[in-house]
């Protein structure tokens, strides 16, 4: 590992301009990953120009907005691709024209991309995966505010330590970064604090629960639903964790009637243990082994996926 890092540190000392991208609806992970890699290049290259890519903010926790970036920059650029697997996925596809690209990545490596690759998909976050980076080259300046933004990443993605790849590494890593004075409870209520809207929401999205045999549960929303409480599909599909700590269920799973297509649905799936990606893949979407996605399926579609997911559990 030493000697990708030593790599991609001689990559950021070539360029003058570094462009820092993530993937399109970024989470915690994404933007904090992007806006700590900007701060610790500002930081210990104050001469040098960096971007963080993007059109999309983040909707959970407090990050500066992306960046309006010309087309002339990036393709003089070093770009570096964060906490995305496939480069359709880029939000902002633009990375490509760059000269040299730099991918750093935890999600399964099925479609390699860029110059450079540094994935570990053992890692829990592209912020955990930052924090040892910076943690080898620790004669640079990690500051309060490059600490933050890693830390946000890491929690969120382990849902506060809690996911099955949360490892001895993981909390090494937050351990690391508490030693820069972040202040801990301060970021747990600007990360999961709700207003009373969103816990009218997941009061009503807990009585649309359906159990099917004893094992498995989900929720599907309609459009109409979704209008009436004002919120986008990727959001409500954001409090899946709702039923994510049922005693008797192994998978749960989430689904949001498509805005612009009326009767296809989008969805997310979660299980304690069962790998679920490969069945996921199988549906137009992918993922993690415990935490996958899947695209516009027909009601009959979805019906036969829960069918497919009992059957996992058997
Ligand atoms: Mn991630």
Known sequence: ????????????????????????????????????????????????????????????????????????????????????????????????????????????DLTPFGDTQLVIVKAAATCEILTYFFQYFKDYKLSITTANYLYKGILTDTICFKTSNTSAKTLESASYLAQFGIDIPSINRELFDISLDEFEFASYIRSKLICKGKSLGYIILSDDELKKYQI???????????????????????????????????????????PINDLARFYKGGGHANASGVKDLTYDELMELMDKLQELIK
């Open 1 to 108: 590992m030493e000697k990708i890092y030593l790599e991609i540190l001689e990559l950021m000392k070539q360029y003058d301009t570094i462009t820092i991208f993530r993937h399109a609806h970024p989470d915690c992970d994404a933007v904090g990953a992007q806006f700590a890699l900007k701060s610790w290049i500002l930081d210990n290259f104050n001469t040098k120009q960096v971007y963080a890519c993007g059109y999309e903010d983040c909707g959970q926790g407090i990050f500066p907005s992306h960046e309006e970036v010309s087309d002339e920059i990036i393709q003089n650029s070093l770009a570096i691709v964060l906490d995305c697997s496939n480069k359709e996925r880029v939000d902002d596809l633009r990375f490509e024209s760059a000269k040299h690209v730099i991918k750093i990545d935890h999600h399964p």
């Open 232 to 274: 986008k599909p990727h959001d409500a599909r954001n409090y899946i964790s709702e039923i994510g700590n049922i005693k008797e269920f192994e998978i749960w799973c989430m689904f949001t009637e498509k805005e612009d297509q009326s009767g296809f649905y989008d969805g997310s799936l979660r299980s304690k243990t069962i």
